[in-house]
């Protein structure tokens, strides 16, 4: 099966920039994703990594080295809007088409 | 626009009732999928259907059923509540997931007493 871990809870003060890991451990191995979740929301998609290397969408970038089986998410110039819960989801295993989330990992940006 | 839509969005159930959630699409998207979501424990994957006629089994199938009579809906049926089935129901669809994307509805919470 797949196994992901993610820290549980990461805080920050505004403005500041912050990054949080996701290791993961897979057979087969295809992408890796990352979700935003508010409080009682919708997880909404922010990006997705299948090869190595940095991808920047505005303020959040996501890089991946598969061979360390590890990614993170960075959120730069924070903003009290991104405390909200933040998920690795791996596409791998025995079906391309089944995403793997991680438990979360809860951002808290202090004024 | 309306993507995915969820039904109901709570509920409140004796154990032992039937319960069905109900889950559309209007994006055409051939696979969607039914997670729950506990605290601490993230976003689990109950069922998925890749297309229309097709089901499968995620990684916490039982006590639960799903069917996928056509592309746009895709139901998750409780045949015996049970409280250990409370939980947060997400259901979401893809296109094949080559940008690891799913677009996920607002969610059923659903009480089993």
């Known amino acids: 099966g797949q196994s992901l871990e993610q820290p549980s809870e990461v805080t920050a003060v505004e403005g500041a920039i912050v990054q949080i890991n996701c290791t993961y451990q897979?057979?087969?191995?295809?992408?890796l994703s990352w979700y935003q979740q508010h409080d009682g929301g919708a997880p909404t998609f922010l990006s997705y990594?299948?090869?190595?290397g940095l991808e920047e969408t505005g303020r959040f970038s996501s890089f991946l080295s598969r061979s360390d089986s590890y990614g993170y998410l960075l959120l730069q110039e924070l903003q009290m809007k991104d405390s909200a819960s933040y998920f690795c989801?791996?596409?791998?295993?025995?079906?391309?088409?089944?995403?793997?989330f991680g438990s979360g990992t809860q951002l808290t940006v202090l004024p | 626009i309306a993507g995915i839509t969820q039904a109901p969005t709570s509920q409140i159930l004796a154990a032992g009732r039937r319960m069905t959630l109900r889950c559309t699409q209007d994006?055409?998207?051939?696979?969607m999928y039914w997670y729950r979501q506990d605290l601490g424990l993230g976003l689990r994957l109950i069922h998925y259907?890749?297309?229309?006629?097709?089901?499968g089994k995620g990684e916490v199938p039982d006590g639960y059923s799903v069917s996928r009579a056509n592309t746009d809906d895709f139901p998750l049926t409780l045949a015996s509540a049970v409280p250990s089935q409370t939980s947060v129901y997400f259901c979401?669809?893809?296109?094949?997931?080559?940008?690891?994307?799913?677009?996920f509805g607002e969610g059923s919470r659903l009480t089993v007493l």
């Open positions: 979401a669809s893809g296109t094949g997931l080559a940008t690891g994307e799913l677009f």
């Open positions: 897979t057979s087969g191995f295809y992408g």
């Open positions: 990594n299948a090869l190595d």
């Open positions: 989801a791996v596409r791998g295993g025995g079906s391309a088409r089944q995403l793997t």
């Open positions: 994006m055409r998207h051939n696979a």
């Open positions: 259907s890749n297309t229309a006629g097709t089901t």
